[in-house]
């Protein structure tokens, strides 16, 4: 049985028999763990228990494990070891590019997850590893980063991608400027450095749908000529 103060792992895993697998070896080892079987649950999960770290596999039932990585990647640094029956040297990139840390292939030795386990631990240890909270608020508007929903005054609001993009990128550095080319890099890739009309356009939109004065906004920041800031308080 863990101690109390056991690093606790999250296990997100649809085939039960690996479930039950890591659970009797890491538990054997001192974690405390906690499973789920798909990613929505397990997206859940993280937010509610604050993890240690995450043990996914990329082969979900309801979402690919890519997605869950990018989804997770918008609101917390947790450290991320992925599992995987899939070999090819391009999905490993794609998910380390997404934001994974680690990348194990199954089948795997739990002597081989547990010395990884042990390398994201220090890296937590020498503070690499941040999070940020699950939902964030900022005068009327409520943002739950792990359903995807925006409200304000308690009232649902629909974002298109990209208006939800910029927006969860604003807040993952709230308070510092966002340079024009920083923010197009980020929600439109590579070669719309120069498109600011794009911003001008999307940040019209946005605060037309969060601000209570749009010509006036309070949170929404244009710093002329540079870029944009959020101001949450």
Known sequence: MYKQNASLIVLIEDEAPIRRFLKMSLVDHGFAFKEASNGKDGLELIANSKPDIVILDLGLPDMDGLCVTKQLRQWSDVPLIVLSARGQ???????LDAGADDYLTKPFGIAELLARIRVAQRHTANGAATATEATTCFGEVELDLVRRQVKVAGESVHLTPNEYKILCFLIKH????????????????????????YLRVYMAQLRSKLERDPGHPKHLITEPGIGYRLKVS
């Open 174 to 197: 709230a308070g510092k400027v966002i340079t024009h080319n920083v923010l197009l890099k980020e929600v439109w890739g590579v070669g719309y450095q120069q498109e600011t009309h």
């Open 89 to 95: 040297e391009q999905d490993k990139i794609e998910v």
